[in-house]
């Protein structure tokens, strides 16, 4: 019946007057029995780039002493973040706040008490090894509000490319294994399609305190671990 109707749609598609002066579609019948395959291949890969917020939260009297002491704080730690030689590409501002703030007393009017100034920035760290050192040396120059990581693989399509042929050999595999239980062979494939690709999500990054040995000092570090890359597809195939 599947096959009936796909050899009718497309005749009916080439009668159609769009598509009058094209040539006649070659259909070929399937003389066998069809089989659909979903199957999903995975690799495992360790993170190479690190995407950490990093910024300062400051507070003043007025507005502008909230915003300036800010500016001046930020510059400071985006100059760390030059020296580091983190490249200018890689340092991005997400975000800039100045927000009041009141104090709040049952059955009275709020009273304004000052402002609160925000900068943040997302910096990617491509060597994860020395992002630690990175993150003190920021915390040292003035940025007290830090997020992340959210550690991640830089060019991933080498990864998502074996993960593809595994899909491809577990599809294969999981045909065989039908076409013995029917007592029937795996001929050509009909049709492969992907459905999904990408990293699993991963459990959250270890970051870890380290003792420095000489001042007694305890140094940021970040652990990667690993993460899954899958890729799933749908294989049709025949068996004869």
């Known amino acids: 019946m599947i096959r009936t109707m796909t050899v009718a749609s497309?005749?009916?598609?080439?009668?159609?007057?769009?598509?009058?002066?094209?040539?006649?579609?070659?259909?070929?019948?399937?003389?066998?029995?069809?089989?659909?395959?979903?199957?999903?291949?995975?690799?495992?890969?360790?993170?190479d780039l690190a995407l950490i917020s990093a910024g300062v939260?400051?507070?003043?009297?007025?507005?502008?002493?909230?915003?300036?002491?800010?500016?001046?704080r930020m510059q400071r730690v985006v100059a760390a973040l030059r020296r580091a030689g983190i490249a200018e590409r890689d340092i991005?501002?997400?975000?800039?706040?100045?927000?009041?703030?009141y104090r709040y007393v049952e059955n009275q009017p709020p009273v304004l008490t000052g402002y609160q100034a925000s900068n943040m920035v997302t910096v990617r760290f491509r060597d994860?090894?020395?992002s630690?050192?990175?993150?003190?040396?920021?915390?040292?120059?003035g940025a007290n509000q830090i997020n992340g990581p959210n550690l991640t693989i830089d060019k991933p399509e080498t990864a998502l490319d074996e993960a593809r042929r595994d899909a491809i050999a577990k599809a294969r595999a999981r045909a065989e294994m039908y076409a013995q239980a029917t007592g029937k062979r795996v001929g050509r494939?009909?049709?492969?399609?992907?459905?999904?690709?990408?990293?699993?999500?991963?459990?959250?990054?270890?970051?870890?305190?380290?003792?420095?040995?000489?001042?007694?000092?305890?140094?940021?570090?970040?652990?990667?671990?690993?993460?899954?890359?899958?890729?799933?597809?749908?294989?049709?195939?025949?068996?004869e």
């Open 189 to 239: 494939i009909l049709s492969i399609s992907e459905s999904g690709g990408g990293f699993a999500p991963p459990p959250p990054p270890m970051v870890m305190m380290r003792r420095g040995e000489a001042a007694g000092m305890a140094d940021t570090r970040i652990v990667p671990g690993e993460q899954t890359l899958s890729v799933t597809i749908s294989v049709s195939y025949e068996l």
């Open 10 to 47: 497309l005749l009916a598609l080439a009668m159609l007057p769009g598509v009058a002066g094209a040539q006649p579609l070659a259909v070929q019948a399937i003389s066998g029995t069809r089989l659909d395959i979903v199957a999903t291949g995975e690799v495992n890969r360790v993170p």
């Open 92 to 101: 991005q501002t997400s975000s800039i706040n100045l927000n009041p703030d």
């Open 132 to 141: 630690g050192r990175i993150l003190d040396a920021l915390v040292a120059e």
């Open 128 to 130: 994860i090894a020395q």
């Open 57 to 72: 939260v400051t507070r003043g009297a007025t507005a502008s002493q909230a915003i300036q002491e800010n500016a001046q």
